[in-house]
């Protein structure tokens, strides 16, 4: 999936969220949700260290202890994972439970730069950010 679908993927999914936690934590959770793609910026192997369960962990307890906001941590933490669920649907498999185990996953459901399904998720997330942002107000 490419940033485009990343947004409207996690847009989608914690919009919901809104009802019960601020926009700053909802926004937190969708910001976060295209790190794992750092590792095309840094020219590392993709979806191998930062596309994994244990790279959440691992930046969930630096943002804990450098924030000292649990709160905050933890959407950044639902954010890496959106990114992984949103990666698991498309073609390429990729280990989520790197470094425990290698074994690769992937649903097989689309090519990642689908470009239907990655500005249909946009077009979906804005939609749903928009409704319950307007339940907020
Ligand atoms: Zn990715």
Not at 37 to 60: G, M, Q, W
Not at 73 to 98: M, Q
């Amino acid at each position: 999936m490419n940033r485009i679908g990343h947004l409207g993927f996690s847009l989608f999914l914690f919009s919901p969220f809104l009802v019960l936690f601020s926009a700053k934590d909802v926004v937190s959770a969708v910001i976060f949700s295209l790190l794992p793609d750092i590792d095309l910026i840094l020219k590392i192997k993709h979806r191998i260290y930062t596309h994994n369960f244990a790279f959440a962990f691992a930046l969930f307890f630096t943002f804990f202890i450098l924030l000292g906001d649990i709160k905050m941590s933890f959407f950044i933490f639902l954010g890496i994972i959106s990114h992984i669920l949103a990666d698991l649907l498309t073609k390429t498999p990729f280990a989520p439970f790197y470094p425990i185990s290698g074994k690769k996953f992937a649903l097989k459901l689309f090519r990642s730069d689908n470009k239907i399904v990655n500005y249909s998720l946009l077009l979906l997330g804005t939609i749903s950010f928009a409704y319950f942002y307007g339940i907020k107000i």
